[in-house]
C-alpha cells in the first residue's frame, strides 16, 4: 500500500477527486497525510471530513525556501510517507525537497505541457488562439511545470470562451487524470527514462481531434 501525503493550498478539489477513488477501493494507495501552507484552505475541511490527518506548515516571516521545504521533509518522513501529491499548493519545492523525495512528487497543471507553464494559463492559452487546451499531471524535477509527463487531457477552446469557463472545462478533467495518475504510480506502472514516462500496459489511443472539426465529404 503506497503511503500519500497531498499538498494543498487552496479548495482541494483535485485533493477529493483522488480521496473519492482511493475510499472507492480500486487503487493500493492511501491518502494519510494533507498538508497545508494556508490555514484556511478548504482543502484542510475536506481531509478531516474523511478522517485524514492534517498538518498546517506556514512559512515564517523571512523564512528561506530550503528551511521551509526542511520542515515539511521532516513532517514527511515521520509519517513515512512514499508520494507526494501536489494539489494546488501554491509553492516552488527546492532541489533540496525534490532528492528527499526523487520522482515520487506528482503535480497537475492546467495546460497541456510544455505549452503555458507559470501562472495564468486560461487566459495566456486563449489570448494566444490555441484551439485547444487540457491538463498534465507530471512529476515534478527542479524546473516549473518541466517534468516528465504521466497523463495528459484535452479540452477545445471555443470563441466565446473566457478564463472561467475555460478554467472550469479543465476542471473536470483534472479531476479524472489525477486519480487515474495516482493509480498508475500506486500499481508500479510509470519509469521514468531519458525524461520521458513509460506507462506499463498502457491502452493505446488513437483518436485524433480538430477544432474546428474537419467536415466529412457528405457534411459539406
Ligand atoms: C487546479 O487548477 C490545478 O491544476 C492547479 O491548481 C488548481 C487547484 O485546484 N495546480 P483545487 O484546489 O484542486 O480545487
Redesign the pocket.
Known sequence: MVSIAVL?S??????QSIIDALEAGSIDGKVDLVISDKADAY?ITRAKKHGIETGLVEKKNGEKREAYDERLIEVLKAHDIELVV???FMRILSPLFLRAFPMRVL????SLLPSFPGLDVHRRAIEAGARFSG?TVHFVDEGVDTGPIIIQAVVPILEDDNPKIL?DR??EE?HRIYPEAVRLYCEGRLTVKGGRVTVKDALRTTGVLENPPVRGVKDR
Request: charge should be negative; charged fraction near 5%; aromatic fraction near 0%.
Open positions: 494543498a487552496g479548495s482541494g478539489t483535485n485533493l482543502a501536489l494539489a494546488g503535480n497537475i497543471h492546467p491538463c478554467a479543465i476542471l483534472e
